[in-house]
């Protein structure tokens, strides 16, 4: 293994996965494997890069440091040489962490200063200028994320955000210096007395610059885009096969699960439901016991081959007045714990095409079907790749972060699944 990953949620795992093994445009990527949790045995042979997906977003911050940590002593175990701690590309993360203390504990294991923390990815609208975080082209906090159930950011400023959380200050790479190119990156980052960095990127080459510039860094911090530029610093130097992305196509019974309450994903919903059949999760209902499963495993499984979806997505305020007649925390906990449940049932009963949307969702499904090892295939949209399962019986799955993908994802989903895109 040459690259390690160690992400936050498994969404995020997916989608630094995809640029990883996609690569630079047309010079291919790593041969990648998704893990799900720290496995307990070693890797693949012929696996280049190697991600770990933890599900340590919103636990406590001394939690997912421990948890980091534990992915970081596996990893190096199996000889990865640069390690990159990956977060949502809206650095999703409240102020008592959990960003600032898991870099900054990977990084004093490592002996790292001059770690570059950066959540550009320009492929998915998601740009830093002077330190700010853009979304399209609104900052941060009017991006709707400013509403997140859990990690409400209403803060642009990612410097200033990163150090509440922190224990030091946290310096910063400007555009100016980046669009010089990497060896004035390099040497700034070399330069600097703070553990942490915040590197401004407004464009994918401003990423593969600072991709050039951390080649022998031993720690790297960001978005899926701050690996844009990573595999080819082994390949150039003959270290890894510029293979990429490769997984079998999977066809059979499929489903769409959506618990993100994002703005993408609504519309996405919208979009499907003028097709497709769908149906809608109550969270009254999941909070006083009046949910039927079994009803909707029946909804499912008898619109197999018209894509079903089933969501409990709803819009802001609706969800405001959810968690405060049952509490933020309670919600989110019984509507993972359907999901969960929903996709092991399901495929027992035989599914296998399962598209996910939502970070938190995306943990609970695959925590439920206690899958191990995935392999990483097509890009679908920028950030989320087909993924298949190693182990029988063989699952083709997409799970996709709330804000990710086109309106119509969820078909093109299905369809790579399938090998018909």
């Known amino acids: 293994m040459l690259l390690g990953v160690i992400a936050d949620d498994f969404t995020g795992a997916s989608d630094i996965a995809a640029t990883i093994a996609k690569g630079l445009d047309g010079e291919g990527g790593l041969r990648t494997t998704q893990f799900l949790g720290v496995p307990t045995a070693p890797a693949a ?88 975080l853009f979304v399209n082209d609104r900052l941060l906090s009017e991006s709707g994320m400013e509403n997140h159930p859990l990690t409400p950011m209403k803060d642009p400023d990612i410097r200033r955000v990163l150090a509440v959380q922190s224990r030091g200050k946290v310096g910063h790479v400007a555009q100016p210096i980046v669009a010089a190119g990497s060896d004035a990156i390099a040497k700034a980052l070399a330069a600097a007395s703070e553990t942490l960095v915040v590197v401004d990127a407004i464009g994918n080459d401003d990423l593969t610059a600072i991709g050039a510039a951390v080649a022998d860094a031993p720690l790297v911090t960001g978005g899926s885009g701050i690996a844009r530029g990573l595999p080819h610093n082994f390949i150039a130097r003959g270290e890894a096969s510029g293979s990429g992305a490769g997984a079998p196509a999977v066809n059979g019974p499929e489903a769409i699960l959506a618990g993100s309450c994002s703005r993408a994903t609504r519309a996405q919903i919208a979009h499907h439901r003028e097709r497709h059949p769908v149906e809608m999760i109550a969270v ?11 009803a909707v495993l029946r909804f499912v499984l008898d619109n197999a081959g018209h894509a079903p979806l089933v969501y409990s997505s709803a819009d802001p305020e609706d969800i405001a007045a959810a968690q405060a007649r049952y509490g933020r925390e309670a919600v989110a906990e019984a509507l993972d714990g359907v999901f969960g449940n929903l996709a092991k049932d399901l495929v027992t009963r035989g599914l296998r095409r399962l598209v996910v949307a939502g970070g938190e969702t995306s943990g609970a499904v695959v925590g439920a079907l206690d899958l191990s090892a995935l392999t990483v295939g097509r890009e679908i949209d920028p950030g989320v790749p087909v993924l298949v399962s190693e182990t029988a019986p063989r699952l ?26």
């Not at 600032?100 to 490592?110: I, K, N, Q, S």
Request: glycine residues 12%; proline residues 4%; neutral net charge.
């Open 45 to 132: 042979a012929g696996v280049e890069a190697g991600i770990v997906s933890l599900k340590s977003r919103s636990i406590p911050a001394a939690d997912a440091a421990a948890q980091s940590l534990a992915a970081l002593d596996w990893l190096r175990a199996q000889g990865a040489r640069q390690i990159v701690f990956k977060y949502c590309s809206t650095f999703d993360s409240t102020p008592a962490g959990n960003i600032g203390p898991v870099a900054e504990a990977l990084a004093e294991r490592l002996g790292a200063k001059g770690v570059v923390v950066c959540p550009a990815f320009p492929g998915a609208g998601r740009t830093i200028y002077l330190g700010h």
């Open 396 to 421: 083709g799955l997409a799970l996709k972060s709330g804000n990710f993908g086109a309106v119509d994802f969820f078909d093109k989903a299905l369809a790579h699944i399938g090998g018909s895109a």
């Open 284 to 294: 009254d209902a999941v909070m006083d016991g009046h949910f039927d499963r079994e």
